[in-house]
């Protein structure tokens, strides 16, 4: 006690050491052998051995292009039905939610409580072929006789939308909850219409929470292989699947690490480019987390 | 409409008319929300109603008939209670590491000034952000560089890894929520820091360090990309899930779900009690 008493400057220090510890052996250092494994070449049986081997990522881009394609297009898809469904959610429960605000929220968050691969299952059951959401359908002629829902990308982006909304959801009620009403108020006895009120003041100072909610669902989203492998069918395959199936079924690891290396550039270059264009000063203001 | 008109003589049709679209705005809205909320709820009724249904082949995605026997024997199909039995030792071992490791984190962070604090941040930041997929192949191939043996170890280290920035979240909120006047009182009157600690800080934040510890335990039981990735051949509840995806669903799955999302609903709904409780009154 007595050594800490005199050099109090390394209290934070001890207190951070073990967590920052932990976190730099198993979540950075392994950073460094994802690019070293994916610089590799070798089979299983004959070992692996660092040989400079660029062209893991050639055949990456060469191979893999649509898998790539894919998931970002079903990742945008899902990530734009996610911000459509959660944002008058995300309103209604600021703007209305009265005394129900956190029961509410627990609903929003509710799914989570689900096991991820049950839920998704669930929705197996949801839009399989003898399920009700096709019969209504099929009644409606949106379907036709013989048309499926299950083993489509319409179930795959369904599933993702679901299983990443509430990462939508509850930044944009974060941002919603701090608009000040004074100034909605304001906007209305300047003779501005409530949709004018809503353009011009709610809308941009919800930028924040819309801002972190696509992150929130876009990069889990475009990593996902779950929904892919139980909704969709071989031709809905995301890179996921692939980084999964070159490490687990063909042990194919160098392959499998450059796939993932690009996957996280290619995240980190989208994520800059949109902090940039919807300016990081106007996207962070306001979130605290 | 002629109605309102009558009742605002002085505003005219116009003005009448914007209120019927204000009205109808109104509904939209709230019919919206609540459709979100229904696409949000509705696969967990599925879940819970097909843990009650008697599937006629091996998959439980058909409505059947209604019946009781997967409740009275939720074990009652191979590797299923192993695979739970592991979920719950790798969730307890984890959260109650990373909770330990994350609250030091969080406490520094909150009470202390020291330089590197922008990096700190960061390195807690971006396990939360990064793909799953993405960290449980990194790991992995630390584990497959090193022959590290794939299996409770290497699960228990992923699991903790990725719980560690949750439960700095969560205790961080908390502390920031806390005045430090009861501390500085303490310090005032003689008590040392350790027991201004002991006696003060960590009774008050003891709800935010459970808070962080049980969804550390959530997370874990949850989590299927890295498990799947680093665990060799050892099962846990999700990795079981996805193997039976492919051979079959027994209606004992959605059993062990419902159970685990009434247990985590029920212990979040008492933890939100307790924080409450302790809150005094007119503080927040």
């Known amino acids: ?289 | 409409m002629t109605v309102a008109a009558e009742r605002l003589p002085l505003s005219g049709r116009s003005r009448s008319g914007a209120r019927l679209v204000a009205r109808i705005r109104h509904h939209a809205l709230t019919a919206a929300a609540l459709a979100a909320l229904v696409f949000l709820l509705l696969p967990i009724a599925v879940v819970i109603a097909f843990s009650f249904n008697d599937p006629a082949g091996r998959f439980n995605f058909t409505w059947e008939r209604f019946t009781l026997d997967n409740w009275a024997n939720p074990f009652g199909f191979p590797d299923l209670q192993g695979s739970v039995v592991l979920s719950l030792e790798i969730a307890a071992l984890s959260s109650l590491v990373a909770t330990a490791l994350g609250t030091l984190i969080a406490l520094a962070l909150a009470r202390h000034r020291f330089r590197g604090r922008a990096a700190t941040n960061l390195l807690i930041f971006l396990p939360m952000a990064a793909p799953e997929i993405v960290m449980g192949s990194s790991l992995l191939a630390l584990f497959l560089n090193y022959s590290v043996p794939l299996g409770f170890t290497t699960i228990l280290i992923a699991h903790i890894m990725f719980n560690i920035s949750f439960v700095v979240v969560t205790v961080r909120a908390r502390l920031a929520g806390q005045d430090m006047h009861l501390e500085e009182a303490a310090m005032d009157l003689f008590a040392s820091p350790w027991a201004t600690f002991l006696r003060v800080t960590l009774p008050l934040i003891a709800p935010g360090i459970l808070a962080g510890g049980l969804l550390a335990f959530a997370l874990s039981v949850d989590d299927f990309v890295i498990t799947y990735l680093v665990s060799g051949s050892d099962q846990t509840f999700p990795l079981f899930v996805w193997g039976a995806a492919r051979v079959a669903v027994p209606p004992q799955i959605n059993v062990i779900g419902t159970i685990i999302f009434v247990a985590a609903v029920a212990l979040m709904v008492a933890n939100v009690l307790w924080q409450l409780r302790r809150t005094p009154k007119g503080a927040q």
Not at chain 1, 28 to 52: E, H, I, K
Not at chain 1, 201 to 220: D, E, K
């Open chain 1, 1 to 289: 006690m007595h050594f800490l008493h005199r050099h109090r400057g390394l209290v934070p220090y001890l207190l951070l050491a073990p967590g920052l510890a932990w976190l730099a052996l198993f979540f950075l250092v392994p950073m460094y052998y994802l690019g070293y494994t994916s610089l590799q070449t070798g089979d299983l049986f004959s070992g692996y051995a660092f040989s400079w081997a660029w062209e893991n990522y050639s055949d990456a881009f060469s191979l893999y292009r649509g898998h790539f394609a894919r998931s970002l297009q079903y990742a945008g898809l899902a990530t734009l039905f996610a911000l459509l469904i959660s944002y008058p959610l995300a309103y209604w429960i600021a703007f209305r939610g009265g005394r129900w605000k956190n029961l509410l929220l627990l609903l929003v968050i509710a799914p989570f409580f689900v096991t991820y691969l049950i839920r998704t299952l669930a929705w197996k059951t949801i839009l399989a072929d003898q399920g009700f959401v096709l019969d209504v359908l099929r009644t409606l002629h949106l379907v036709g006789e013989d048309g499926r829902l299950l083993a489509t990308t319409t179930a795959v982006v369904a599933g993702i939308t679901y299983n990443y909304l509430p990462f939508m959801a509850l930044p944009l009620y974060v941002s919603l909850e701090q608009v000040d009403r004074r100034l909605v108020e304001a906007a209305e006895d300047l003779y501005a219409s409530g949709t004018k009120a809503f353009l011009r003041v709610t809308l941009p100072l919800s930028v924040p929470g819309i801002f972190a909610g696509t992150l929130l669902t876009f990069i889990p989203a475009a990593g996902d292989f779950i929904n892919a492998e139980l909704l969709g069918t071989p031709r809905q395959q995301m890179i996921g699947n692939v980084i999964q199936s070159r490490f687990k079924e063909v042990a194919d690891y160098p392959q499998a690490a450059a796939l993932s290396f690009v996957l996280i550039a290619g995240l980190l270059v989208a994520v800059l480019a949109y902090t940039r264009a919807v300016g990081s000063e106007r996207a962070t203001q306001g979130t605290v987390a």
